[in-house]
Nanobody, 117 residues
Framework: QVQVVESGGGLVQAGGSLRLSCVVS????????IAWYRQAPGKQRELVAD???????TYGDSVKGRFTISRDNAKNTVYLQMNSLKPEDTAVYYC???????????WGQGTQVTVSS
């Protein structure tokens, strides 16, 4: 049973930083693609960043230059470092794990990030 658990959300002032963590319980984590999405109230879920392997990364236009995705395969963990946070970054952030061998997706329960102005 694959499990995905996010943590690290909270309340922060504009201009501040947070680091989200996503721990995935799976057999061969290093070969999986991991993505962070977010969903604000009344809006569609959008891609924030994803990472394939150790160095293949993609970022949404709204977070480029401010957010960094990275992974520690020894800990089955992906991080999302969020700097220069803005009120419009307020959302529930979700982690998605895609199994390399069958391309099935597994989502976490989400973690709330609130940025005050």
């Amino acid at each position: 049973q694959v499990q995905v658990v996010e943590s690290g959300g909270g309340l922060v002032q504009a201009g501040g930083s947070l680091r989200l963590s996503c721990v995935v319980s799976t057999r061969i984590f290093s070969m999986n693609s991991i993505a962070w999405y977010r969903q604000a109230p009344g809006k569609q879920r959008e891609l924030v960043a994803d990472i394939t392997g150790s160095t293949g990364t993609t970022y949404g236009d709204s977070v480029k230059g401010r957010f960094t995705i990275s992974r520690d395969n020894a800990k089955n963990t992906v991080y999302l470092q969020m700097n220069s946070l803005k009120p419009e970054d307020t959302a529930v952030y979700y982690c998605k794990n895609t199994e390399y061998w069958n391309l099935r997706d597994y989502w976490g329960q989400g973690t709330q990030v609130t940025v005050s102005s």
